[in-house]
């Protein structure tokens, strides 16, 4: 039960945070993109290093 109340609490708080502070939301969602990018660029190259 607690986890679905505060799942749609995030839900609402992050619909509230793109309604109302777009730019900023933005920033955030391409620093998260950027992270999750550069963790993926470094497990690639950790694997093509453990192959080669």
Not at 6 to 27: C, E, H, K, Q, V
Request: glycine share 12%; proline share 2%; charged share 15%.
């Amino acid at each position: 039960m607690v986890k679905k109340v505060l799942t749609w609490l995030g839900l609402a708080f992050l619909i509230f945070f793109i309604a109302y502070r777009p730019n900023s939301a933005a920033d955030v969602f391409k620093s998260l993109g950027g992270g999750i990018m550069d963790v993926a660029a470094g497990f690639g190259d950790f694997f093509t290093n453990l192959v080669a």
